[in-house]
């Protein structure tokens, strides 16, 4: 309860700060929005709506244990937050979580429901937060983070398999694709190479 | 000895046990019904985002068609958190219509309202996507002809 108080008075504070009318535990039909700040972008324009949800960790309706146990909040608490947002016309709903671990969880776990292909695009809309966050929230996909990383993965991958494909041939095909030259150098190594040691050493004397 | 069991239970999950008693109840009749109307039938739809009670695929016979899916989520109790669970969930497991089934005319009304009392600035319409009903009203609904049904038989038109 402590930490839920000290996650909204950051929130208030943020948005008064910016010049914003922040709302505090705001009802519109659909169950209660913790914080909300009025963004007056412009006078000609309608407002637009940020909403902050704060997600706790107990199971209310199933007498469960705390899902924050282990930094994981469940996808139903999840979907309920972010659709109680929609449903009180909210522009953009943030989940506020208690700490880093548990925000990126919440993130992640949007993206993933998002990524089945549904009418809403669930990441467009809502996102995980926690009060210190100062960083951006937004989750960049590896390919995006480290191009380079994943140029140098797949030159490797190449390397290798070209290394493969050139010392695993079956042998009569590498015996087909070999010059005459080829061939007599081969087997004059396999000769010097293949002899008793102490032969070899009576030849070379 | 069945009393003592029944007593074992905790206030909760005696709670538990009834909510699922009473939403296998509700249902019922809706998998009978979406089987002889020749549907597939779905029990526990579930993409990922939680379960949809009874999912209804209808297939327009055309392979470039894509198949139509009806969920129904049954409700014991109203709140809005209830609500905007089973909304969440029918949509992110990409169903095409949602159908609240409750056990009582008094909760129908009680959802619908919730449903249209959405603020003007939302970006969805829940009005266009949800239906509400009890199993008997689509029941005794079975067989009677919507308005634009009946006035194109009047008018001669051929329904397709």
């Known amino acids: 309860m402590a930490a839920q108080n000290m996650n909204l008075e950051r929130l208030i504070e943020a948005g008064e700060e910016k010049g914003f009318e922040v709302e505090q535990n705001a009802e519109y039909g659909a169950g209660p929005v913790d914080v909300v700040w009025n963004i007056n972008v412009h006078r000609a324009l309608p407002n637009v709506k940020f909403g902050f949800i704060v997600l706790?960790?107990?199971e209310e309706q199933q007498g469960?244990?705390?899902d924050t146990d282990d930094n994981q909040l469940s996808l139903r608490k999840i979907e309920e937050a972010t659709f109680r947002g929609i449903r009180s016309g909210l522009d953009k709903v943030y989940l506020v979580t208690e700490n880093e671990?548990?925000?990126k969880s919440v993130?992640?776990?949007i993206e993933w429901l998002a990524s089945h292909g549904s009418l809403i695009r669930l990441d467009a809309i809502s996102l995980g937060l926690y009060p210190d966050q100062q960083e951006s929230s937004v989750i960049i996909p590896s390919q995006k983070r480290v191009p380079e990383g994943e140029k140098i993965r797949k030159e490797k991958e190449r390397e290798r398999e070209e290394k493969f494909d050139r010392y695993n041939r079956?042998?009569?095909e590498r015996r087909d694709k070999?010059?005459?030259e080829e061939k007599m150098e081969r087997e004059l190594k396999f000769d010097e190479n293949s002899r008793p040691k102490g032969q070899k050493k009576a030849l070379g004397d | 000895m069945s009393q003592q069991g029944e007593n074992s239970y905790?206030?909760?999950e005696r709670r538990a046990q009834e909510r699922l008693q009473s939403i296998d109840t509700l249902k019922a009749p809706i998998i009978q019904m979406g089987r002889d109307m020749g549907y597939e039938v779905i029990e526990n739809h579930d993409l990922g985002a939680g379960p949809v009670h009874i999912t209804w695929v209808f297939k327009p016979g055309s392979e470039s068609l894509p198949d139509m899916r009806l969920g129904f989520i049954c409700l014991t109790e109203f709140s809005n958190s209830s609500i905007n669970e089973g909304v969440a969930r029918a949509m992110l497991n990409l169903i095409d219509k949602l159908v609240f089934v409750v056990p009582t005319e008094t909760m129908t009304k009680e959802i619908k309202d919730a449903i249209e009392s959405m603020p003007d600035s939302s970006i969805l319409q829940l009005r266009k996507y949800v239906t509400v009903l009890t199993p008997s009203t689509l029941v005794s609904k079975q067989g009677i002809r919507g308005a634009r049904e009946r006035e194109s038989s009047e008018t001669g038109g051929e329904v397709i």
Request: aromatic fraction near 0%; glycine fraction near 24%.
């Open chain 1, 56 to 58: 706790g960790g107990e």
């Open chain 2, 10 to 12: 905790s206030e909760p």
């Open chain 1, 107 to 109: 993130s992640g776990k």
């Open chain 1, 170 to 172: 079956p042998q009569g």
């Open chain 1, 64 to 66: 469960g244990s705390k």
């Open chain 1, 101 to 103: 671990e548990m925000a």
């Open chain 1, 178 to 180: 070999e010059s005459e």
